[in-house]
């Protein structure tokens, strides 16, 4: 048997993103500097005139805001692409 059962594909998995994470590099707040953020959500309305249902709706996106400063980096504010 060569292959991998579930647990440790999932093994592997975490290992290899923990050394990515070792060389990962920071992020730290554009005001402050500060490396510490909570997560907060930004909420967006679209009117009704450019909603694709023709009714005003309102999207709740994930953002970190900074934890000292309260500012939230407008790389967190981009929408995640997979
Ligand atoms: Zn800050």
């Known amino acids: ?11 592997a998995q975490q290992q290899q993103l923990q050394a990515a994470l070792e060389n990962a590099e920071d992020v730290n707040c554009d005001e402050c500097e500060n ?6 959500f930004v ?19 994930q953002a970190l805001k900074c934890d000292k400063c309260n500012h939230i980096n407008e790389l967190f504010l981009k929408p995640q692409t997979p």
């Open 35 to 40: 490396d510490r953020f909570v997560p907060v």
């Open 1 to 11: 048997m060569n292959s991998m059962n579930p647990a440790q594909a999932q093994q």
């Open 43 to 61: 909420v967006k309305k679209i009117s009704a005139l450019i909603s694709p249902s023709g009714q005003e709706i309102v999207v709740p996106i």
